[in-house]
Protein backbone atom coordinates (compact mmCIF):
# COMPACT_ATOMS: atom_id res chain seq x y z
CA UNK A 1 0.00 0.00 0.00
CA UNK A 2 1.24 3.48 -0.73
CA UNK A 3 1.02 6.48 1.42
CA UNK A 4 -1.41 8.17 -1.19
CA UNK A 5 -3.92 4.90 -1.27
CA UNK A 6 -4.01 5.21 3.02
CA UNK A 7 -4.37 9.04 2.40
CA UNK A 8 -7.67 8.08 0.11
CA UNK A 9 -8.62 5.64 2.19
CA UNK A 10 -8.96 7.62 5.19
CA UNK A 11 -10.43 10.66 3.19
CA UNK A 12 -13.40 8.64 2.50
CA UNK A 13 -13.33 7.36 5.55
CA UNK A 14 -13.70 10.86 7.24
CA UNK A 15 -16.34 12.31 4.39
CA UNK A 16 -18.38 9.03 5.16
CA UNK A 17 -18.26 9.35 9.55
CA UNK A 18 -18.78 13.18 8.26
CA UNK A 19 -21.91 12.61 6.18
CA UNK A 20 -23.28 10.09 8.08
CA UNK A 21 -22.93 12.09 11.51
CA UNK A 22 -24.58 15.14 10.10
CA UNK A 23 -27.42 13.23 8.84
CA UNK A 24 -28.02 11.48 12.27
CA UNK A 25 -27.79 15.03 13.64
CA UNK A 26 -30.22 16.51 11.12
CA UNK A 27 -32.42 13.77 11.47
CA UNK A 28 -32.51 13.37 15.61
CA UNK A 29 -33.69 17.63 15.48
CA UNK A 30 -36.22 17.05 13.00
CA UNK A 31 -37.86 13.80 14.76
CA UNK A 32 -37.73 16.29 18.42
CA UNK A 33 -39.51 19.07 16.83
CA UNK A 34 -42.00 16.49 15.18
CA UNK A 35 -42.68 14.54 18.19
CA UNK A 36 -43.33 17.79 20.54
CA UNK A 37 -45.26 19.17 17.82
CA UNK A 38 -48.72 19.63 19.10
CA UNK A 39 -51.33 17.54 17.14
CA UNK A 40 -54.91 18.10 15.79
CA UNK A 41 -55.70 16.83 12.37
CA UNK A 42 -52.04 16.19 11.98
CA UNK A 43 -51.67 19.53 9.46
CA UNK A 44 -49.07 20.91 11.48
CA UNK A 45 -46.98 18.27 12.46
CA UNK A 46 -46.79 17.05 9.29
CA UNK A 47 -45.29 19.79 7.67
CA UNK A 48 -41.99 20.23 8.60
CA UNK A 49 -39.51 20.38 6.13
CA UNK A 50 -35.48 20.25 5.82
CA UNK A 51 -33.64 22.08 3.03
CA UNK A 52 -30.22 21.45 2.39
CA UNK A 53 -28.63 24.66 1.08
CA UNK A 54 -32.18 25.91 0.91
CA UNK A 55 -35.04 27.23 3.00
CA UNK A 56 -38.30 25.51 1.42
CA UNK A 57 -41.10 27.11 0.81
CA UNK A 58 -43.68 23.93 0.68
CA UNK A 59 -46.64 23.31 2.11
CA UNK A 60 -48.50 19.49 2.74
CA UNK A 61 -52.19 19.72 2.45
CA UNK A 62 -52.25 16.16 3.98
CA UNK A 63 -52.59 15.90 7.51
CA UNK A 64 -50.96 13.07 9.32
CA UNK A 65 -51.11 12.43 13.13
CA UNK A 66 -47.48 10.97 13.26
CA UNK A 67 -45.64 12.83 10.49
CA UNK A 68 -44.75 10.23 8.85
CA UNK A 69 -44.21 12.05 5.24
CA UNK A 70 -42.09 14.75 6.84
CA UNK A 71 -40.27 12.36 8.47
CA UNK A 72 -39.85 10.23 5.20
CA UNK A 73 -38.91 13.50 3.41
CA UNK A 74 -36.55 14.90 5.98
CA UNK A 75 -34.24 11.15 5.85
CA UNK A 76 -34.38 11.97 2.02
CA UNK A 77 -33.04 15.14 1.82
CA UNK A 78 -30.75 14.68 4.65
CA UNK A 79 -29.24 11.67 2.22
CA UNK A 80 -27.83 14.38 0.09
CA UNK A 81 -25.51 15.61 2.64
CA UNK A 82 -21.80 16.32 1.29
CA UNK A 83 -18.64 17.27 3.17
CA UNK A 84 -19.38 20.77 1.62
CA UNK A 85 -19.29 23.69 2.84
CA UNK A 86 -23.19 24.78 3.58
CA UNK A 87 -26.15 24.28 6.19
CA UNK A 88 -29.69 22.37 5.96
CA UNK A 89 -33.09 23.64 7.70
CA UNK A 90 -35.77 22.73 9.16
CA UNK A 91 -38.89 24.35 8.46
CA UNK A 92 -42.60 24.33 9.28
CA UNK A 93 -44.29 27.25 6.40
CA UNK A 94 -47.79 27.29 7.73
CA UNK A 95 -48.60 30.28 9.29
CA UNK A 96 -49.59 29.45 12.89
CA UNK A 97 -46.38 28.10 13.34
CA UNK A 98 -45.04 30.95 15.27
CA UNK A 99 -48.12 31.13 17.76
CA UNK A 100 -47.49 27.09 18.44
CA UNK A 101 -43.66 27.75 18.98
CA UNK A 102 -44.47 30.95 21.48
CA UNK A 103 -46.87 28.31 23.68
CA UNK A 104 -50.20 28.80 22.28
CA UNK A 105 -51.12 25.03 22.47
CA UNK A 106 -51.07 23.38 25.75
CA UNK A 107 -49.71 20.36 24.48
CA UNK A 108 -46.34 22.14 23.70
CA UNK A 109 -46.63 25.34 26.33
CA UNK A 110 -42.74 25.38 25.80
CA UNK A 111 -42.80 25.30 21.99
CA UNK A 112 -40.83 22.74 19.88
CA UNK A 113 -38.33 24.28 18.30
CA UNK A 114 -36.79 26.00 21.06
CA UNK A 115 -36.82 22.84 23.58
CA UNK A 116 -35.41 20.74 20.69
CA UNK A 117 -32.23 23.47 20.38
CA UNK A 118 -31.68 23.60 24.09
CA UNK A 119 -30.99 19.51 23.86
CA UNK A 120 -28.97 20.30 20.67
CA UNK A 121 -25.71 19.56 22.35
CA UNK A 122 -26.44 16.46 23.94
CA UNK A 123 -27.62 15.38 20.58
CA UNK A 124 -24.51 16.19 18.82
CA UNK A 125 -22.77 14.45 22.03
CA UNK A 126 -24.52 11.48 21.49
CA UNK A 127 -24.92 11.07 17.44
CA UNK A 128 -20.68 11.64 17.73
CA UNK A 129 -19.77 9.14 19.61
CA UNK A 130 -22.14 6.74 18.33
CA UNK A 131 -20.52 7.67 14.63
CA UNK A 132 -17.12 7.52 16.20
CA UNK A 133 -17.61 4.01 17.67
CA UNK A 134 -18.78 2.80 14.43
Do not use: C
Amino acid sequence: MSAEADIQRFRLKVRTRYEKAIAKIGFQLLDSIIVRSPVDVGTFRNNWHIGINEIPSAVRADPDRGGAAARAEGLQKLAEITPQPGFFTIVNNLPYGPALESGWSKQAPAGMVAVTVAQFRSIVSGVVHEVRLS
